[in-house]
């Protein structure tokens, strides 16, 4: 069947940032079908340029609000690393916990706020507070508690203020960690429960699309890999983070004012199903069970199934924040300062996962602790090309539906991978010349 | 003001931090749609409107694509409220100013350089007037519902003009600079309750300047306390960049 098609969508809605989906058909023949980034470039370059250490992850974690305490965590490590700067167990267990909450905060929003209004045929939560309020206040009070959690160790939500390098600013009271303790086991796992059954309903309305393509996160061999770890792709198996740019090899596209990435194939998935593909085996046997009674299991290659993926992992950031806490009130809470004596300058490279995927940060800094090189690879960056590759196999599969349909399921896989657009125009990887 | 206000929500350049502080309204967010309509917020929801009550901005103008939008907004609303650091006085985005924009472009895209459109990084006061301004970076949430409170009222908001230095004292805080760290609270308009120093942090200006900051007096605090004159004003314009150029030249 010869057919013309035409989708233009402006200004994609749900979606963080700016980007547009254009899509061509001509007899029947695709000539184009991609995801267009018309974010404003910002030009980090120059804001972290010859500046101080203490400044590194103030400045990095305003690339992106939303995923601002995943930019402040690798930031941190990636200047610990450069200045040799060792940080205590506490500070470690303490970052976890802030890497939980952030990690529920971010995916409860993309599944309740963002996404589930399409599997409910509406534009937007708002409708839903009528229709069905006892979902939207589980889902207000979930994101409250993710929020409290980010607010109690990191002193504010958006832009954390207590993590620093080499510690933390401002130590949590005792009471404030069981308090948080009590309302995870209390109020957040029943939550959990009955969101795994509301998300179990909706996944009739999941569209069916499979592509099998290279899953790249984190891993580590001792937890599931979310704060550290090494790299870890579905097709190559296990690389050190230092070999991160021979893993992403970003280009610049002329339809994206964020760079493209690829590293075995055309292009790779990163974010809560990559995770979920390559480490399912380290997710708590709690989290495992869930992603069992929603259909979810390794290796799934299904992108509109990212959405189930984070639910998992809600799951485990929740029963995995209880095990920290458990270990924190029983070594007791330490007053330390944080130690920002460094020995050493030169360069730090550091992953960590954050909910949209793997992040890279890797500075250079000169003897006075001031930087002189710096580069952030985003997730969302990472997974534009995967987009683009999707919707060229998606669109000739469901071409005999109406524009209006098609142009719904595209929108719904773009909003699938929770793409995080100011992020991926951050500009940040360049040489300065002294 | 009548009942039920319509309010659309708009990003410019900038991360979108603030729009996420009003997804985090969780205790206030139904009370809030008890009094108002949210009618366009591209983040949220699909919906589009031709007129607001009250248009809220996030975000510098950065693009030409921008300028044009704003104004538009701003001929279709009543009262405009700019949001957040980018929004009020340029905030970060404003750093990049410092060097050609020819410079900044190849530096970043290379051959690529004249695919991306892009203007000096401004506040929305440079273009447009705006009505009401709710700073920090990312925009106070405290703030933000005592402003819209007042207005849902009728009652004209409390404008701070007071340095972060009043509220840090009021908290009893030690003296940042005792702890021999450096702070940008003598310049810093307050209203922020001094939260980065009671955390133990130092200010790092995201509220910007008070209306009559002593900037000779901030710049040898700073070279008084070891920086060079230039770390100085590098430290001063993290946040300050647009702001220092409209105030001092």
Redo the contacts between chains.
Sequence with gaps: MKQDLNINVH?L??????GNIVVNMKEGVLEKAQLEI??????F???LK???FH?AA??TS?????C?LGHQMTSLKATEEALGLEISRQTLLLRKLLIHGATIQSNI?HAY??AA?DFLNV????PL?GTHPEV??RA??M??LA?DMGEILG?????P??P?PGG???IPAEADLVEMKRRLLEECLPDVIATVETIKALAGAVPQFERETEYISVRSEEEYGLYDGNICSSDTGIHPVEDYLSVTNEH?V?HS?SKHAKHHRSSYMVGALARFNNSYDKLHPEAQKAAEALGLQPVNTNPYMITIAQVVEVAHCVFDSVAIIDELLAQGLKAEKPNQNPTRFGRGMATTEVPRGILFHDYTYNRRGEIVKANCIIPTGQNLANIDDDMKKLVPEIIAKSKDEITLQLEMLVRAYDPCI?CSVH?L??DFIE | MSAKPTVGIF???????????H??F??E??AL?GHID?VE???????KAEHYTIAIVEGSI??P??VQRIHDIRNRCDILIAVGACAVNG???A??N??PLEV?RE??????KD??A?IP?SPVSTYVRVDYEVRS??MDQGEFLRLLTALLSGKQPQVCDNPVCVECKLNENECVYGKGMICMGPITRGGCNA??PT???YC?GCRGLVSKPNMKGMVEILTNSGLSLE?AQ?RIN?FNTAERERILL
């Design positions: 200004h809605t749900r979606v963080e940032g700016h018309v974010e404003a470039p910002r030009y370059e120059a804001m010859g500046r101080s400044e103030i400045i305003r690339i992106c609000g939303i601002s929003l706020f963002l209004p534009g937007s939560v708002f507070v939207v206040l207000l009070r994101k409250r929020n002193g504010r939500a958006v832009h203020i207590t620093v933390f600013t401002k610049v002329s004012s100011s500009m990887d360049v | 990003d410019f350049t900038g991360c979108e931090g603030c729009e996420l502080n997804l985090n969780e205790n967010l139904l749609i949210f917020w591209r983040e949220a929801m699909d919906d950065s693009t694509d921008c905030g970060m985005n750093m990049k410092q060097y900044v530096e970043v895209y290379g051959e690529g695919l991306f892009t990084a970076c990312p939260m980065c955390h133990g942090q790092i770390e590098k993290l």
